[in-house]
């Protein structure tokens, strides 16, 4: 039996088509405009200069896996709850560490340290994008409930995200 070039480019072709569909049918959404993934949430990026860009899906290999906190400020360190929409990242620190923020208004996540730091929920409700120095990371929470979130390269750097 003899198999001809284009029956085999017409296979490989339709494997690829069916795959894809496959991956875009199981994978959560994180675009905006797209439906909402199974936890109810929808995310987007933004760089400092609000291009567009949304960096790589995971930390540089480079980033260090040691926690480098230097700040003493109460705010930082205190797990009282605080409304609002942004946490701010400095010195190695989420502030608020728990923030109170209500269902679909965008939460906002703003970088100001020179490390490049990535958000992400323990449960994977969302995996923000790597932000360098003065860029920003947004989530829009489409149902209530209480988000734990960390740092991907700096396990010790924790926080809760209560939507209401």
Do not use: R
């Not at 120095?133 to 995200?161: A, R």
Request: net charge positive; aromatic share 8%.
């Amino acid at each position: 039996m003899k198999i001809d070039k284009n029956s085999i480019i017409y296979a490989v072709v339709a494997v690829l088509i069916i795959g894809g569909i496959i991956y875009l049918a199981t994978s959560k959404s994180s675009v905006p405009g797209t439906p909402a993934d199974e936890a109810g949430t929808t995310g987007t990026t933004n760089s400092a200069a609000n291009t567009g860009f949304k960096g790589p899906t995971s930390p540089p290999p480079s980033i260090p896996t040691t926690s480098t906190k230097k700040s003493t400020a109460t705010t930082a360190t205190s797990n009282t709850p605080v409304a609002g929409d942004t946490v701010t990242i400095k010195n190695g620190v989420f502030t608020p560490k728990v923030l109170i923020a209500q269902m679909g208004v965008p939460v906002t996540w703003k970088n100001e340290d020179s490390t490049y730091y990535q958000v992400t929920s323990d449960l994977n409700d969302f995996v923000g994008s790597v932000m360098t120095k003065d860029s920003t990371y947004s989530h829009t929470f489409l149902t209530k409930g209480t988000f734990n979130y960390h740092c991907v390269g700096h396990s010790d750097m924790k926080g809760t995200i209560i939507v209401q």
